[in-house]
């Protein structure tokens, strides 16, 4: 499905349609189909990884910067003179190609007081903005350069004579040829001493041109016009030449590639295409039409794109053309990212020049539409072309019409080329997808070179550059791209904005605001064994077995070419085989019983997964006390049963050869810090010494499960014994993959009774005591603790009078021996109301007919005494006879049987008294 499918699904190719959808429905719909396809590519898009990572303080690159100079971003390589040519703010340098720590000439090219003061009346900051920024630097000839820079938004080019590096002072007016602002997007290129140019023509920046300049003759430029250019910005541009052999004789070509709103599909906002525009290097203008103004002027699309998740790139952030022998052999590679950058991702594509020449020499036109009255679309043009083809260049064939320049083009072929010059047709990349895609990088720019490795096959090796000062190198192998590594190349995390490659001294150029960082293209010497030399599949680099060390091919004798190893699949079966590692090579590390122990381990590839052994057995996450780390092995807490042998071994997949490689990092003895005890101690084990055929045996014995013992209940016994076991013979590995044998001897603890009274070894450490000890004393005691206050709180609740009658009588029981004092008052209670219960029943007897309703109301209201839980029965209070008459409390309302009747809950509806009670109201 083609990346703008949704946009062209309200066109019919070839006929102008009208949209079924409104402006603000489609808005809606194509806002959310680009959510959904945010959300896939940034959960399910790939992950490229970089094999090795180098940090900038760990590299030997050379830096340039001077104090109070910035923004070293316009860069000149110089083959011919061995020299890099730098434009900063108000200053230009020219550094050795070879060390960019040697400066030879510097010139300063400062701003005049009145345009700095005009600058700064139009609003424009007098540190930041007016200043001036070196923005063109073109070799015009060997003597001379070329140099253009903003001047205070009053952009001017002068010449700069290389004999004494001094400036003409012969100022010229740079518009058109330089940007009024340093922020703005630009590009230039210089084709036999005409300057080239994509910039902005005013101040404002709202007239960008794309021209050609000439002393001898006129500006050259492109149409005002959004149809011609609508908000772009350039990146690159270059000259591609026709060569020697040009059976059609065409004209050289120069290519602009930038990013500009699009005008061909209606969005919600603005939609950026990435877009090639071409020109030809004789175009003279027309006669009458297009006077001044380019007549070979055409435009396409580029397409980066991910077609099995139909996710377009639509920004292009630099471009490099790698150029072969015959322009058919050409390749344009470029860096993209999303319009949206909270995605995350970059791509890196590359086109043929063929694909490119094939849309601008045979693809259909595109023309405005006006859709229902209001909105202007582009659709294909299905209408007659005229002779000669729009905007071609000059050939064999019009120079036998009588046409031997644009000047003598008929009218009506330049008329189309000024109402049609864009192309339906997109230009796509090779493997119609992206070369590379990471994740969480942007791309910023890319130089790209051809190696020819020992296998006789040419690689093409991509250098990208990123906004964080981080360079990615990667190479081409069998259509796949493999990220040998990632380098950081800016101390400061800053944006690399320019990149050059030098071909002769294979030295990478990065320049930033800082300054400008010289790093060769390859650190092979930094590979310490074969097979990390050979699985970084670097085709700069190989390994030498007679001098042992991983060498750049470039910097070998050629004869010396056949021992080198190299494989660009990462089979690293290539390399000699390694004898295992001896017991005397693994370093040894004592801790104290109790403590923590670190065995570091540096993985010098970010693709490979770290696996540990101890004692042969290979460790998990999921191991006692061990943490596993990204830098090492931490053991928490060490115990006499973690001693032994530990190996830290890596596992690389290499998935061009499809298996994995293990080879040892780094191995450790593990042992015990336990000084001697005095023999009468109890639990002493003497020293043991055993020799190779000991440990053999014991290993033996320890593999039939004679010797073993459970690891939980050696953990939680307490020790009773100290062990120092010495290697008289350590045992020999025959293979690099084979582990040494494990030597760890495990005794069988006595397991002695607790006791307060037992002395505390004096070689065992109070704080590491706990891991000793028993864990079911401590869940008994934790036990006893919760029972004691389980029968505290229900102690407490009983005697608050919160559980049910079992309860309180049992608290009645346990206090009543404290209420002497109270007896009486109590048995004339229960007296009293027996006595009454038995009047109540023989007068309920004697009427029943005639007192009974009557009985049962005078119970039923005497009961209602609007407190439930507090029935009368003296309240819970003790009787007071200190105030004066007491026959009110000698009056019984109705008789209650303390005794019989069983004490309900407090909200029972029977009536109840508490045994301390008095019975009077």
Not at 85 to 93: L, P
């Amino acid at each position: 499905m083609n990346q703008y499918s949704l946009a062209d699904a309200m066109t019919d190719k070839g006929n102008i349609t009208v949209p079924k959808l409104s402006e603000s429905n489609m808005g809606f719909g194509v806002l959310g189909v680009f959510l959904g396809l945010l959300l896939e590519v940034s959960t399910h898009g790939p992950h490229a990884v970089p094999r090795t990572s180098w940090r900038h303080q760990d590299l030997d690159v050379m830096e340039f910067s001077e104090p109070e100079i910035f923004n070293y971003t316009t860069l000149l390589l110089s083959e011919k003179k061995d020299a890099l040519y730098v434009g900063a703010r108000d200053a230009i340098f020219e550094l050795s190609k070879k060390n960019v720590t040697v400066r030879h000439n510097k010139v300063q090219w400062t701003v005049a007081e009145i345009p700095m003061t005009m600058c700064t009346l139009k609003g424009k900051s007098k540190e930041r903005d007016c200043p001036n920024y070196i923005r063109v630097l073109q070799v015009v000839d060997d003597e001379r350069l070329y140099v253009c820079g903003t001047h205070a938004f009053q952009p001017q080019c002068d010449y700069l004579n290389l004999a004494d590096f001094s400036l003409l002072g012969q100022a010229e007016d740079g518009r058109g040829k330089c940007s009024f602002d340093p922020s703005q997007s630009f590009t230039t290129v210089m084709v036999d001493g005409e300057l080239y140019s994509g910039t902005a023509y005013n101040f404002l920046g709202s007239e960008p041109i794309i021209s050609r300049y000439s002393p001898p003759q006129s500006l050259l430029r492109t149409e005002y016009s959004t149809s011609w250019l609508n908000e772009p910005s350039f990146v690159f541009a270059d000259v591609i030449r026709e060569g020697t052999n040009r059976v059609d004789g065409e004209d050289d070509k120069i290519y602009y590639f930038f990013t500009e709103v699009s005008v061909e599909y209606e969005f919600f906002g603005k939609l950026l295409i990435p877009r090639v525009a071409r020109v030809c290097k004789g175009d003279l203008g027309g006669q009458r039409t297009l006077q001044k103004k380019w007549t070979s002027f055409l435009k396409a699309k580029l397409v980066c794109s991910m077609p099995e998740l139909n996710f377009v790139f639509n920004v292009v952030h630099d471009v490099f053309i790698l150029k072969g022998a015959d322009w058919k052999d050409t390749v344009i590679y470029g860096v993209f990212t999303s319009q949206w950058g909270n995605v995350g991702l970059s791509a890196v594509c590359a086109y043929n020049m063929t694909a490119v020449e094939e849309v601008f020499s045979k693809g259909k036109y595109m023309q405005k539409a006006t859709v229902e009255q209001s909105h202007t679309k582009w659709v294909r043009y299905n209408g007659i072309t005229p002779s000669p083809r729009p905007g071609a260049c000059i050939n064999n064939l019009m120079r036998r019409q009588n046409i031997s320049s644009s000047l003598h083009l008929p009218d009506k072929t330049l008329q189309f080329v000024k109402d049609h010059p864009l192309l339906e047709d997109p230009v796509l990349p090779i493997g119609n997808g992206p070369r590379l895609i990471t994740k969480d990088v942007n791309y910023t720019q890319i130089v790209v070179a051809r190696v020819r490795a020992l296998d006789r096959n040419i690689y093409d090796v991509i250098f990208t550059g990123t906004d964080k000062g981080v360079l990615h190198k990667s190479v081409m192998f069998e259509g796949e791209v493999h990220i040998v590594e990632e380098i950081q190349l800016l101390k400061n995390f800053e944006s690399i904005k320019n990149l050059l490659l030098s071909s002769e001294t294979r030295s990478l150029y990065a320049g930033s605001d800082s300054g400008v960082v010289q790093s060769p293209t390859a650190f092979c010497g930094r590979y310490q064994t074969c097979d990390d030399c050979v699985l970084a599949r670097d085709p700069y680099c190989a390994w030498d077995p007679h001098t042992a060390a991983c060498v750049n091919i470039f910097d070998s004798p050629s004869q010396w070419h056949r021992r080198l190893i190299q494989s660009l699949n990462g089979d690293a079966d290539k390399c000699p085989s390694v004898s295992g590692r001896s017991l005397k090579d693994y370093k040894s590390v004592t801790v104290k019983p109790g403590s923590s122990a670190e065995l570091p381990c540096l993985v010098p590839s970010n693709l490979a997964q770290v696996m540990w052994k101890s004692n042969g057995s290979v460790l998990t996450e999921a191991s006692r006390f061990h943490l596993i780390g990204e830098s090492g092995l931490l053991i928490y807490s060490v115990a006499p049963e973690d001693q032994g042998h530990y190996e830290c071994w890596s596992v690389e997949w290499a998935p061009a050869v499809g298996k994995n490689f293990s080879r040892l990092l780094a191995a450790y003895v593990l042992t015990l810090d336990l000084p001697p005890r005095p023999p009468h101690q109890a639990g002493h084990v003497t020293t043991t010494t055993l020799g190779s055929q000991e440990t053999s045996r014991t290993h033996a014995a320890e593999s039939n499960g004679k010797t073993e013992r459970d690891p939980l209940m050696s953990a939680l016994a307490p020790p009773s014994f100290t062990a120092t076991v010495q290697f008289t013979s350590p045992p020999q590995t025959d293979s690099l993959l084979t582990p040494p044998p494990s030597s760890t001897i495990k005794f069988q603890p006595k397991h002695l009774p607790p006791s307060s009274n037992a002395p505390r070894p004096d070689n065992r450490d109070p704080a590491a005591e706990y891991l000793h000890y028993n864990n079911s004393i401590a869940l008994l005691f934790l036990f006893l603790l919760f029972f004691l206050l389980f029968l505290a709180a229900l102690a407490y609740n009983c005697y608050m009078q919160y559980l049910p009658a079992p309860c309180l009588r049992l608290r009645a029981a346990l206090l009543g021996s404290h209420k002497s004092a109270h007896q009486s008052v109590y048995q004339a209670c229960e007296s009293g109301l027996m006595e009454a219960s038995a009047a109540d029943k023989i007068n309920m007897t004697e009427q029943p007919t005639q007192n009974g309703s009557q009985a049962t109301q005078n119970l039923r209201a005497l009961r209602d005494t609007g407190y439930e839980t507090e029935p009368e029965c003296g309240n819970g209070r003790i009787p007071s006879h200190s105030f004066g008459d007491d026959s009110t409390s000698q009056e019984k309302p109705f008789d209650v049987d303390c005794e019989s009747q069983p004490i309900q809950f407090a909200d029972a509806d029977e009536p109840y008294c508490y045994p301390e009670a008095s019975c009077s109201s």
